[in-house]
């Protein structure tokens, strides 16, 4: 294989991208796909008759492109999309449109494209100051976030080595490979202060030191592993990242070989994320076609290849022994640590286990140096992450923020705060086995320390927002379902604990527990959460004894007074009707499954409470909201 010229391919895409008139970037992430944003992207590329492939256009050609459209990962805004943003060569600053349909983009192309005017209904409005928003830059939801693993997301072409190459990828691999020693690249991620963005939040650099220190025979294998499971309901910030910019990852991925001591590489991504497997993929293919994956890379001597490995969706298997007992094709169960895998990993040899998003900030530090990536985030806990912002808040997405961002400042700030005037109620965050945050967080600094120190955990980086309308019983009910259908059953408090768990908390939202309950649940939760054997069952009570502390007072009513305070718990709920409103047309009592409703017609009419089931259809209905639940 002939040694890889960066420069050259570098030089030949500026060229090609000099002569572009416009660049069209349609977000491709799922929010926006289901919203139609294929149909955007199609349509663009029929009413353009503009390029969709870099690679494929030679400079000085007949059919030379003018245009340029791109499918790419998520922009991150994914409550507003579909997105798409224009760039032109011709001094005309990026335009950011939001909730673009299909019948939008005749009018996209005839007016901003070939006569540089703003389509003004399709900009993002700042609904406090009502003012339009024309680039990203304005918008708050951007303007208040720091973007360093997701730098180029949503700004190029995930399917194009070259684009990637033409802003510098590769270049940080190659310096490594050429101009460092390996464990001078671990010591540069050490001093960064770089810890793992998968949840536990280890440092990376000792890790990878860890691992090159490691005594094992010549010629014997390691491996590097990059974790990309994300089975957590509520995240996708690593799928993002695997859609939207995978030679980042790979790069960081290589990097992390090179440093660590390692030829062999596998990405273990679940198999619901078909477009992530497709992406990587094809970014190891388009490397290795490029030389830059393979026998000695840039001439020094460094040799990887690696491999995509599609997971079934067990959440236990992003456990990092589950994960490697997968990859050899057996059950994905944990073990017990140690050996950690550093010492005795995939087939029983050296392997450093690494998350996305971890590796997805190793090109970040090496460009730009450790000093830079400090100037962000808190002296513990160096640097960005990302979250996905879901739940009750007006602006859901992706982001990346300073670790150390406030709760207040990503729920109000970025995420436009709670809908409808709800009052804030709680957040829960990193994962199903986080913990909850309640107002009295709302200035807590995010970050690994302050977070283990509540009983929550940064973890994998999924914020779900609750209002004042959200039951919190119901939602600890909600997690440890989850937990206790993941868990593998290997060990015994994990897989029985969570079960007991689980029945505790569905009968007291079910309104028949007793005071026992709480306190045997408590000490369930306590035991499961000490002795289980991996991370799966030391976390699960997490939700539960959090909310415990902060909402106490809901449990209570929920058993002492048999309600619900949030109005949430179907169980709990009684309906009447109003005889005020109630213009007795019968609809409801036709409607009634139960035959729970009687009246005459043009008179008020009754609930038998006995009969009713609580199934609500009345309430919804009612034309005249006569009938409500309390
Ligand atoms: C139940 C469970 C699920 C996990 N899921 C993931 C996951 O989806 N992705 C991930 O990177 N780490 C996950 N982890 C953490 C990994 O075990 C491991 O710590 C991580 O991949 C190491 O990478 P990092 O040091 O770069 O964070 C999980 C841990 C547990 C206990």
């Not at 790419?72 to 909730?99: E, S, W």
């Not at 094992?216 to 590097?224: C, D, H, N, S």
């Not at 040899?349 to 996305?356: A, D, R």
């Amino acid at each position: 294989m002939p040694t890889v010229e960066l420069e050259t391919i570098k030089a030949a895409t500026r060229e090609k991208m000099a002569h572009l008139q416009y660049r069209v970037l349609v977000c491709n992430g799922t929010g926006c796909i289901a919203n139609g944003a294929r149909q955007v992207y199609n349509a663009f590329l029929t009413k353009t008759g503009a390029c969709r492939n870099l690679v494929s256009v030679k400079t000085g050609d007949p059919c030379h492109m003018v245009g340029l459209i791109s499918q790419t990962g998520c922009h991150g805004l994914c409550q507003m999309g579909p997105l798409v943003l224009i760039r032109a060569n011709n001094g005309f600053k990026d335009v950011f449109y939001c909730g673009v349909r299909e019948p939008d983009v005749a009018e996209i192309v005839e007016e901003t494209i070939k006569k540089g005017r703003i389509v003004d209904r399709l900009l993002y409005t700042n609904p406090q100051s009502g003012e339009l928003c024309r680039n990203p830059g304005e918008i708050p939801f951007y303007a208040r976030q720091n973007r360093l693993a997701l730098a180029e997301c949503g700004l190029i072409d995930p399917e194009s080595i070259e684009e990637y190459i033409q802003g510098g990828g590769y270049s940080m691999l190659r310096r490594a490979a050429l101009e460092m020693t390996p464990r001078e690249v671990c010591e540069l991620i050490r001093d960064s202060g770089l810890r793992g963005r998968g949840g536990a939040g280890f440092p990376t650099g000792r890790k990878w030191l860890a691992m090159l220190e490691q005594p094992g025979k010549p010629g014997e294998p390691r491996y590097l592993v990059c974790n990309g499971d994300e089975g957590d309901p509520g995240a996708f910030m690593d799928r993002s990242l695997m859609e939207g910019d995978p030679h980042r990852l790979l790069e960081g991925a290589m990097i992390a070989a090179f440093a660590a001591g390692a030829t062999v590489g596998y990405f273990y991504i679940r198999t619901e994320y078909p477009l992530a497997v497709q992406r990587v993929r094809q970014a190891i293919n388009d490397a290795r076609r490029l030389g830059i994956l393979g026998e000695n890379l840039f001439g020094s001597g460094f040799r990887f290849d690696c491999d995509v490995v599609e997971g079934a969706g067990a959440f236990v298997c992003g456990e990092e022994t589950a994960l490697l007992a997968s990859i050899e094709g057996k059950r994905g169960m944990p073990r017990h640590k140690p050996p950690f895998p550093a010492q005795e990993g995939l087939f029983g040899k050296p392997t450093v286990v690494n998350n996305v998003e971890t590796l997805a900030t190793i090109r970040y530090i090496m460009e730009q140096g450790v000093s830079a990536f400090r100037r962000f985030g808190t002296v513990l806990s160096p640097g960005t992450k990302t979250f996905a912002l879901t739940g009750r808040v007006r602006h859901t997405g992706l982001i990346e923020v300073p670790m150390g961002t406030t709760l207040r400042e990503v729920i109000y700030e970025i995420g436009g705060g709670i809908p409808g005037d709800k009052k804030f109620k709680a957040a829960q965050i990193g994962g199903p086995s986080g913990g909850c945050l309640g107002e009295t967080h709302l200035d807590l600094s995010l970050d690994f320390e302050n977070l283990t120190a509540l009983g929550a955990m940064v973890g994998s980086g999924g914020i779900v927002v609750m209002d004042e309308e959200t039951c919190i019983v119901e939602v600890s009910r909600f997690f440890m379902q989850f937990t206790q259908e993941e868990s593998c059953g290997k060990c015994v408090l994990c897989r029985e604990g969570t079960k007991q768990m689980l029945a505790l908390l569905q009968d007291i939202v079910d309104g028949t527990a007793e005071l026992e309950h709480l306190s045997l649940l408590e000490e369930t939760a306590r035991a499961v959460k000490a002795a289980s054997l991996c991370g799966l069952g030391k976390s699960a009570p997490n939700p539960v004894l959090s909310t415990l502390t902060l909402f106490r007072n809901e449990y209570l009513a929920h058993i002492e007074r048999r309600l619900c305070p949030a109005g949430a718990c179907q169980a709990l709920k009684v309906y009447a009707v109003n005889p005020d409103l109630c213009k007795g047309c019968t609809l409801c009592v036709s409607k009634c499954p139960a035959g729970a409703i009687h009246g005459e017609k043009r008179q008020a009419h009754r609930i038998d409470v006995t009969s009713c089931t609580k199934c609500g259809v009345c309430a919804t209905i009612c034309k005249f909201k006569a009938i409500t639940a309390a």
